[in-house]
């Protein structure tokens, strides 16, 4: 009876003890990186040994969608206590989420906080309402240790960036608004490999050029052109390393300037205005031409209707691929592609698949 007493009172003490606290540091700080930060501040309550732990995370997301928040007070409340509080190691990233009507203050503290902080990954999402005259403070468009940037919302008065070390870039819903008849905003952006627009305006600037040496992905999305001069009539590339390039849900444009030879994989979907049909189709064979190293295309059933509006123009026209081994169209497949389109698109290539 006694040794079974002994047990009884040995299972209860280790049911009782705390494995989860006496995790090393760096494991608990993993752990509180996948959960709310406000719920990761609030764990300083539970011990001593929990008191300062979350003030050394190297991740913080700030989450102003979230219920716990009333209004943008509280939410600013949370955040100043929190950079008031943490302590002064350096940060791998920073998540910033919100819907109400960003405040600069709020924006200039973080963003500051988290350069001198030597942050290396930035995410700023005020969803799809843009951020009006808001200038990125100098420190930042110069930080030495940003790795990867995700912009939304915002209306960018100038963006001449030189993030040396920036690798990926994101950019949506943001607008560009700095007179300029030809814009290359990325070109000192020496290590940028991956490069996002999605549904962005250059407001005032007739050529867009994306220069980058390094560039491997490229990807613009619903790129809304509408400017002081009417379109944006031009975009210009030079990504002498660009592998896999996506232009979709867009009008086209005069796409004459592209220099991709190690092209591997195109995206495309393009549309035309009723009213300016035979313009969208010249552009398309522009845009085809620069394309013609792609081993993998993808087209919208949209982008071979543009290709077809103008049979006997395009039976005059050589197809553009040289080295084509996969063509899919979506989403209505082989049956909606005309022969003369057919013949335009694979006439260059004679081992292509046809999806």
Not at 284 to 308: C, D, M, P, R, W
Request: one cysteine or more.
């Amino acid at each position: 009876m006694a040794n079974e007493a002994e047990k009884a009172r040995s299972g209860s003490s280790s049911e009782n003890v705390d494995r989860f606290s006496d995790l090393p540091d760096s494991i608990i700080h993993k752990i509180l990186c996948l959960v709310d930060l406000k719920c990761a501040v609030q764990t300083c309550v539970l011990s001593k040994r929990w008191r300062f732990l979350w003030t050394s995370l190297t991740e913080l997301n700030f989450n102003g969608t979230c219920m716990d928040f009333m209004n943008f007070l509280t939410f600013n409340r949370f955040v100043s206590r929190v950079l008031a509080t943490r302590d002064d190691s350096n940060l791998y990233r920073v998540q910033l989420y919100s819907t109400w009507s960003p405040h600069h203050s709020l924006l200039d503290m973080v963003i500051k906080y988290a350069v001198s902080h030597h942050i290396q990954n930035m995410v700023i999402n005020y969803g799809h309402s843009a951020i009006r005259s808001f200038s990125l403070p100098p420190a930042f468009l110069t930080c030495q240790s940003l790795k990867t940037l995700q912009l939304s919302g915002f209306n960018l008065k100038a963006f001449g960036v030189a993030l040396p070390n920036l690798i990926s870039l994101s950019l949506s819903h943001c607008s560009f608004t700095y007179p300029s008849d030809i814009d290359d905003p990325f070109a000192s952006c020496l290590n940028l490999k991956n490069l996002s627009l999605r549904f962005c305006s250059f407001l005032s600037s007739k050529v867009l050029k994306i220069s980058g040496f390094q560039l491997l992905d490229l990807e613009i999305l619903g790129l809304g052109y509408m400017n002081l001069a009417g379109l944006l009539s031009r975009i210009e590339i030079f990504a002498p390393k660009l592998v896999s390039f996506i232009y979709k849900l867009s009008y086209v444009v005069d796409f004459s300037g592209l220099h991709l030879p190690s092209l591997n994989y195109a995206h495309i979907h393009v549309c035309a205005k009723q009213d300016k049909k035979r313009e969208a189709y010249l552009d398309a064979i522009n845009l085809f031409k620069g394309l013609g190293n792609a081993q993998s295309v993808k087209l919208h059933s949209e982008t071979i209707e543009v290709l077809g509006s103008f049979p006997g123009l395009l039976e005059l026209e050589p197809s553009p691929f040289k080295r084509l081994k996969s063509l899919k169209v979506a989403p209505h497949g082989k049956s909606l592609v005309p022969p003369h389109v057919m013949t335009y698109l694979l006439g260059g290539t004679s081992h292509a698949n046809y999806l």
